[in-house]
């Protein structure tokens, strides 16, 4: 291990490191009266964490610096100059102080709390600069160029990304993050691989696995066979064979069954059968099956739109970057809320590889019409988020009159004070524009927020989420709705109706046609008989 040192380009290495409990070493910390672009870097940063850790649930604070509790863990401060304490403050000299009006100074250092972690400051005056620094600091090509411990810059520096968007038809299981797998021992063995199709995506016909393996040559090739499972559906197997013990392959082609979703669990299952069964115990470590990371699955893609929880978080991520999102929150957040709202804004993050998209953060107070034209997230309650109020006569579960609890309708019933006990999840179109998603996480009491926020940010939790409203009560229940599939079936009926009245027109024009052929050809004949009787 070599020392850490204060260059930003070790920022990854530094920042992004996971504890045995798969907590981030790294706290985020902004001033307790936090402007819209002081929230926005802070959850830049917290969805460039779930970029550069893709396959695990992360956990980790961001805190108003009255509330600071991880004193322990490397920092990320993210500030205006004249809001920042002076502890963290005079870390800067006095000439970078003197430029803060019209740059932002990106600074590593040792943390004030703890001699051995790292302190990374982002302190201006100019308040849009601080979003400008967080995502250079997320650039996956520009980070590793700042090979000093501090940098300024200013509104020119440009810190995009180059963006090279190019979808994946062939993934393979070491692209998905997997090492070549070992299988050791008799019987039945097996092993899962989970692959998520890019969002705003799912596959059609002509998809396929393909599987690179390897086996013992110590088996009962009569009875020992590979099966191929996708989403717990068998896809098809293969009998094993000494002849190809040391370089086996199998392709499957994914079943009409399994297509058009966008997350695939493979299940690959050896049965490994020896001819002298009496003398194995299911502790030996032979026989074996080896499959190569070099296996990979070969996708054909269709475009889909569908704003469902299916596929989330689409339409939020696009192409691999955050697709034109604003976020609409409380005006005042305690440190454990804005710790919610970024483990969401870090799963949404494993869907990213370029930092050229756009992200806003806006208290719902200071909302105007220009921002309400992005894709929405909208957070909180009727009391502390104006605009739910007004979405309300837009969602699929409507709040009462009083804004107690929810209303019944046709797809939930509630019973008492059960409604007002509930955390809802809405995906649906935007009112302000109609090419636009949105989402709202809404509930009575912020509280009951933390349910939804759990499922939005659990890689595994998050698979179980179909519908376009999903209602979590405070045991834990969940209940998942389709409002916006009605309407979907709906239109399907109106065309097909309008395909039936195309096609019986096309019935009739035809139909008339040949009887008119028929009423000729008739008064022709009856004309040339007509003419041979009087000759």
Known sequence: YEPVSNLISEYKDTYINLNKGNELET???????????????????????GEKVKYENIGFNISQYSQFKDKDKNIIYI?????????????????????????????????IFDKNKKMLLLISNNEKLLKKASKLISSKNLIGEINEDSILINKDTDVDDIYDYKIKNT??????????????????????????????KSIKKGSSINLNFRYGENLDFERSLVTVYVNNIPIGSKKLSKVNANNDELKLSFPKEVLDQNYYQIKVVFNLELLDLACVTRDTENPFAYISNESYMEFDYNDVDDLNMKNYPYPFIKDDKVNDLVVVVPDKLSSNELTQIGSIMSYIGHGVKYNNGDIKFIKSSELNGDYKKSNLIVIGTPNNNILIKDLNKYMNLKFNKNYTGFESNQKIKFIGDYSSELATIQVLKSPYNKDKGMMILASTQMRDLKLSSRYLSDLDLIKSLKGDTIVIDREGNIKDLNYNLDDIDENKEIKQSNKLDDD???FIIIAGILFLMVAISTVLLALKYKNKNDI
């Open 27 to 49: 706290s985020i910390l902004i001033p307790d009266n936090y402007s819209n672009e002081e929230l926005t870097s802070a959850m830049i940063f917290a969805n460039d964490f």
């Open 79 to 111: 500030g205006n100059g004249n809001k920042t304490s002076s502890d963290i403050f005079n870390l800067l000299t006095q000439k970078e102080k003197e430029k803060l009006n019209n740059n932002c100074v990106i600074k590593n250092v040792d943390s």
């Open 171 to 200: 993934i393979s299981f070491k692209d998905l993050g997997y090492d070549n797998i070992t299988l050791k021992g008799p019987f039945t063995q097996e092993t899962i691989i989970d692959a998520n199709i890019p969002k705003g």
């Open 504 to 506: 019986s027109k096309s």
